[in-house]
């Protein structure tokens, strides 16, 4: 499509993606269909156990700053510096998330965000916002989608289609079911439940400038701050066996277990087996598909493309990433979507794996790892490192959370910066072994 043709552009799911997309597209002047199968999540109630609080950081920023939202944003929003690690027994520890402890991760909850960008979108001329249409039906070759809504099913045409619409994608599936696209799940042994810490005395019941860690080996729990001085919790625990979801049934089963594991948690949370009891298990896993556009018609973008396990709060900000990045292919390509959207997958697709990949390994760093001495102790070395090498050698947290360096050329970086260390580390101890060898000789000569 030429820059002058501006034909309407489809975006499926009104989610954080798709909201942030028709922000985007709706300012290089597209006329922008914007579909979501739920209700208008501004007037309805929320799901209960459903609110799963963000870590929203520099890449999500940077996108929001872009459509001038990040200040807004930003005002329902906590900045954690650091994680505080809850052990089982003894005193509460506080790790910095950077060498300079300034620097902040913001806690904010998926709802609050979500209304931010839909009012964003819904101001914009030439978006419209349909509810309640759910995807049936797509063709890809002539961009023709069929929707089910309460007055049962309708049909339009775009010369565009992205499916925006997160982990369980409509469109992804009509892809599938096309045979133009393939996809692997990987879905984790675990799960994860919601519990909420009510303000007390109104008050926060914990430091609210913290992202709250009780690590526990095979599971943990995490808690993130509220506006409202509450912190909503989640537990990530295995779905089988002897410490799962599946083996606490009754009141007095769980109320053992959690003063036996998180005995600092019971007195805080009056409705934990309530919490526990009624609010939902949901999934963790890793989808990846290939390609991610069909033609230069039809895209897929955010967790469409490639959802990943919550470990590195990156999700959001991943897909914030996906649509500066699809923006920037289309000044490039000067709107030629048919040139544009193949650009945009050969860019991103690599860095979608990196942070999959780094995302599943942080669940374990974040599981079995952050309590340990051994830990502790390495990342103060490596925060020593970034104060004697400024700008030189920095975290693969930093670089992740801090920076919009590419996830690919971060774990490359990385790498690079643990073989130097390594080889330094070697020379250090072969020159002091070196040093000990002569004095012991000298010793005998003497």
Same mark, same amino acid.
């Given at each position: 499509?030429?820059?002058?043709?501006?034909?309407?552009?489809?975006?499926?799911?009104?989610?954080?993606?798709?909201?942030?997309?028709?922000?985007?597209?709706?300012?290089?002047?597209?006329?922008?269909?914007?579909?979501?199968?739920?209700?208008?999540?501004?007037?309805?109630?929320?799901?209960?156990?459903?609110?799963?609080?963000?870590?929203?950081?520099?890449?999500?920023?940077?996108?929001?700053?872009?459509?001038?939202?990040?200040?807004?944003?930003?005002?329902?929003?906590?900045?954690?510096?650091?994680?505080?690690?809850?052990?089982?027994?003894?005193?509460?520890?506080?790790?910095?998330?950077?060498?300079?402890?300034?620097?902040?991760?913001?806690?904010?909850?998926?709802?609050?965000?979500?209304?931010?960008?839909?009012?964003?979108?819904?101001?914009?001329?030439?978006?419209?916002?349909?509810?309640?249409?759910?995807?049936?039906?797509?063709?890809?070759?002539?961009?023709?989608?069929?929707?089910?809504?309460?007055?049962?099913?309708?049909?339009?045409?775009?010369?565009?289609?992205?499916?925006?619409?997160?982990?369980?994608?409509?469109?992804?599936?009509?892809?599938?079911?096309?045979?133009?696209?393939?996809?692997?799940?990987?879905?984790?042994?675990?799960?994860?439940?919601?519990?909420?810490?009510?303000?007390?005395?109104?008050?926060?019941?914990?430091?609210?400038?913290?992202?709250?860690?009780?690590?526990?080996?095979?599971?943990?729990?995490?808690?993130?701050?509220?506006?409202?001085?509450?912190?909503?919790?989640?537990?990530?625990?295995?779905?089988?066996?002897?410490?799962?979801?599946?083996?606490?049934?009754?009141?007095?089963?769980?109320?053992?277990?959690?003063?036996?594991?998180?005995?600092?948690?019971?007195?805080?949370?009056?409705?934990?087996?309530?919490?526990?009891?009624?609010?939902?298990?949901?999934?963790?896993?890793?989808?990846?598909?290939?390609?991610?556009?069909?033609? +230069?018609?039809?895209?897929?973008?955010?967790?469409?493309?490639?959802?990943?396990?919550?470990?590195? /709060?990156?999700?959001?900000?991943?897909?914030?990433?996906?649509?500066?990045?699809?923006?920037?292919?289309?000044?490039?390509?000067?709107?030629?979507?048919?040139?544009?959207?193949?650009?945009?997958?050969?860019?991103?697709?690599?860095?979608?794996?990196?942070?999959?990949?780094?995302?599943?390994?942080?669940?374990?760093?974040?599981?079995?790892?952050?309590?340990?001495?051994?830990?502790?102790?390495?990342?103060?070395?490596?925060?020593?490192?970034?104060?004697?090498?400024? /700008? %030189?050698?920095?975290?693969?947290?930093?670089?992740?959370?801090?920076?919009?360096?590419?996830?690919?050329?971060?774990?490359?970086?990385?790498?690079?910066?643990?073989?130097?260390?390594?080889?330094?580390?070697?020379?250090?101890?072969?020159?002091?072994?070196?040093?000990?060898?002569?004095?012991? %000789?000298? /010793?005998?000569? +003497?």
């Amino acid at each position: 499509m030429s820059a002058t043709a501006r034909d309407e552009v489809a975006v499926v799911g009104a989610g954080l993606a798709g909201c942030l997309l028709a922000c985007f597209l709706a300012r290089r002047g597209y006329p922008v269909a914007l579909y979501e199968r739920r209700p208008d999540p501004r007037t309805g109630r929320v799901e209960r156990g459903r609110s799963i609080n963000l870590a929203l950081s520099e890449r999500g920023l940077d996108a929001l700053r872009r459509i001038g939202l990040a200040d807004r944003v930003l005002a329902d929003a906590l900045p954690m510096r650091g994680r505080m690690i809850h052990p089982v027994s003894g005193g509460q520890e506080f790790q910095s998330y950077s060498v300079s402890g300034d620097r902040a991760i913001n806690s904010i909850s998926r709802g609050a965000l979500n209304n931010a960008l839909l009012d964003a979108a819904a101001a914009l001329p030439g978006v419209r916002i349909s509810f309640d249409h759910r995807l049936v039906g797509l063709d890809p070759t002539s961009g023709e989608a069929t929707f089910e809504t309460p007055r049962g099913k309708v049909t339009a045409a775009a010369s565009v289609v992205l499916g925006a619409d997160g982990a369980g994608s409509a469109v992804r599936g009509q892809l599938l079911g096309y045979g133009v696209l393939t996809e692997s799940l990987d879905f984790l042994d675990y799960g994860y439940k919601e519990l909420t810490i009510p303000p007390i005395g109104g008050e926060f019941a914990l430091d609210p400038g913290a992202l709250h860690i009780w690590p526990r080996g095979t599971s943990m729990m995490i808690a993130l701050p509220n506006p409202d001085r509450s912190f909503t919790c989640t537990l990530f625990w295995p779905t089988h066996g002897t410490a799962s979801f599946a083996s606490l049934g009754s009141p007095a089963a769980i109320e053992r277990h959690f003063a036996e594991h998180y005995p600092d948690l019971v007195p805080l949370a009056p409705n934990l087996v309530d919490d526990y009891q009624h609010n939902p298990v949901g999934v963790l896993g890793t989808v990846r598909c290939t390609p991610w556009q069909v033609d +230069g018609r039809v895209a897929l973008v955010g967790d469409a493309a490639h959802a990943i396990v919550p470990f590195y /709060g990156q999700g959001a900000n991943c897909a914030f990433e996906d649509v500066v990045e699809l923006d920037r292919c289309l000044d490039e390509c000067g709107d030629e979507w048919s040139a544009a959207l193949p650009l945009y997958q050969r860019r991103r697709q690599e860095n979608a794996e990196a942070i999959a990949r780094m995302a599943l390994a942080n669940f374990v760093e974040m599981r079995d790892k952050v309590a340990s001495p051994v830990f502790r102790t390495g990342k103060r070395i490596e925060h020593t490192l970034e104060r004697a090498l400024p /700008g %030189r050698y920095v975290s693969r947290y930093e670089l992740v959370s801090f920076s919009t360096t590419p996830y690919a050329q971060v774990r490359r970086r990385v790498r690079r910066q643990h073989r130097a260390v390594g080889v330094a580390a070697a020379g250090v101890v072969a020159l002091l072994a070196g040093a000990a060898g002569a004095l012991i %000789r000298r /010793g005998r000569r +003497g």
